[in-house]
């Protein structure tokens, strides 16, 4: 019997220095509303990734020397043509494009 009554009150003891949790509504609704925000808010400050499909190109004076026409990106809105300008010697393979939020949301904003 003592061996429970012991147990008993450490557990109590041990309770009291936990802080109350406090319901509240308004910490879970600031939670809710900020997790699709951040991402959207990311990609709208760094841009979206961008993944390079195909591209076009001639060669230069060397081998080794392409000058590149065009590159085609697949992105989130779907596909983007760049035409990088002369000097520009490489279509990088994922890089960051600018952002439209009329095209993410287009059906939502209509």
Known sequence: MTFFNRD???????LKNYPKIKNSFYPLLIKTI???LIPL???VVFGQPALCISY???EGSSKSQRHYT???YLTLT???RVEPSYG????????????NIKT??????S
Not at 8 to 14: D, G
Not at 104 to 109: I, R, Y
């Open 104 to 109: 993410l949301f287009g059906d939502f904003l």
């Open 8 to 14: 008993a009150s450490r557990q109590k003891t041990h």
């Open 41 to 43: 808010a990311l990609l």
């Open 78 to 80: 779907g596909w983007k």
């Open 34 to 36: 900020a997790a699709p």
């Open 70 to 72: 065009r590159c085609d």
């Open 56 to 58: 076009k190109y001639y």
């Open 88 to 99: 520009v010697n490489q279509c990088p393979l994922v890089t960051l494009l600018p952002l």
